[in-house]
């Protein structure tokens, strides 16, 4: 009796979290297709002078790679406020493509 219970519970479990996996995917594509602004990501780069076209033709796979980590990014409201502001600096403290923005600017070390 007692594995049955414990059988249960951990099927509980994962049908729970399989909900909300299912849920979180459901809400961003809703979110990314009824969005029709451009990503976040395009206004930075040309904000930090990034050429999308030559980002492209160095690392497309990592600049595809970007675009749907912006796309997916729980931050969005901090980062368009920080587009709003005007500045340059700041980004790294939000966002999740930091790293690859300053490889793209050749700043990183």
Do not use: K, Q
Not at 52 to 68: D, E, K, M, N
Not at 78 to 91: K, N, P, T
């Amino acid at each position: 009796m007692g594995a049955w219970i414990a059988y249960v519970a951990l099927l509980g479990t994962a049908a729970l979290l399989a909900w909300a996996l299912a849920r979180a995917v459901a809400d961003m594509w809703r979110r990314a297709m009824r969005d029709d602004r451009p990503l976040p990501l395009s206004i930075m780069m040309r904000r930090l002078h990034i050429e999308p076209a030559a980002a492209a033709a160095a690392s497309g796979f990592a600049l595809g790679a970007a675009a749907r980590r912006c796309a997916a990014c729980p931050a969005e409201a901090e980062c368009r406020a920080w587009l709003a502001s005007g500045r340059h600096e700041g980004y790294e403290r939000f966002c999740p493509n930091a790293a690859w923005l300053d490889r793209a600017r050749g700043t990183a070390g």
